[in-house]
T-cell receptor, first 114, second 115 residues
Framework: SQQGEEDPQALSIQEGENATMNCSYKTSINNLQWYRQNSGRGLVHLIL?????REKHSGRLRVTLDTSKKSSSLLITASRAADTASYFCATDGAWETSGSRLTFGEGTQLTVNP | DTEVTQTPKHLVMGMTNKKSLKCEQH?????MYWYKQKAKKPPELMFVYSYEKLSINESVPSRFSPECPNSSLLNLHLHALQPEDSALYLC??????????????FGPGTRLTVT
């Protein structure tokens, strides 16, 4: 069952602007991850933030995590047309040694107009 | 090499056919995953293999049969599928979680159409 909800469902911006996507979840987590997917192809891992971390940066990406509000946000700065894709958050709730059990949010479709 | 490969890229099969999807990785990951993704929806976990043994089956119908012949290969055998099984099937791999869990590396997927 899906426990992640993403907001907004779709976002359209101009090149150079910043894009912010939000993710909420319902149960306790081990970590939260963000993935990008281009046009129904495979997912690309962007960033992983652990439950004891509050903020993480990677290049033009900034992720925050608020475990008290069970929410996360992904900020993409200085967006480019190549950033056009679907963005998914995924929560990993188990300390399972048998493999991770990721639960994905519904995703945000980002369109960056040249 | 951080690539996960999947074959075929596209597959069209009838409801009485038997076919297999293949996935390969050479990153030394001992956890491998199958996901199903319908159009405009997020991926849904189907199976998890850990050390080549099935560790998680998310109540997937028996017409989907996974197999992990060795630490680099993962197969998904398909038989008597229904049209509603048409979807993008994604394979992924990761380091095995212990105290920490890790990101997953995804293949490009197999676009399956059941007629």
């Amino acid at each position: 069952s899906q426990q992640g909800e993403e907001d907004p469902q779709a976002l359209s911006i101009q090149e150079g602007e910043n894009a912010t996507m939000n993710c909420s979840y319902k149960t306790s987590i081990n970590n939260l991850q963000w993935y990008r997917q281009n046009s129904g192809r495979g997912l690309v891992h962007l960033i992983l933030i652990r439950s004891n971390e509050r903020e993480k940066h990677s290049g033009r990406l900034r992720v925050t995590l608020d475990t008290s509000k069970k929410s996360s946000s992904l900020l993409i700065t200085a967006s480019r047309a190549a950033d056009t894709a679907s963005y998914f958050c995924a929560t990993d709730g188990a300390w399972e040694t048998s493999g991770s059990r990721l639960t994905f949010g519904e995703g945000t479709q980002l369109t960056v107009n040249p | 090499d951080t690539e996960v490969t999947q074959t075929p890229k596209h597959l069209v099969m009838g409801m009485t056919n038997k076919k297999s999807l293949k996935c390969e990785q050479h990153m030394g990951h001992r956890a491998m995953y199958w996901y199903k993704q319908k159009a405009k929806k997020p991926p849904e976990l189907m199976f998890v293999y850990s050390y080549e043994k099935l560790s998680i089956n998310e109540s997937v119908p028996s017409r989907f049969s996974p197999e992990c012949p060795n630490s680099s290969l993962l197969n998904l055998h398909l038989h008597a599928l229904q049209p509603e099984d048409s979807a993008l099937y994604l394979c992924a791999s990761s380091r095995l979680p212990g105290r920490l869990s890790y990101e997953q590396y995804f293949g490009p997927g197999t676009r399956l159409t059941v007629t």
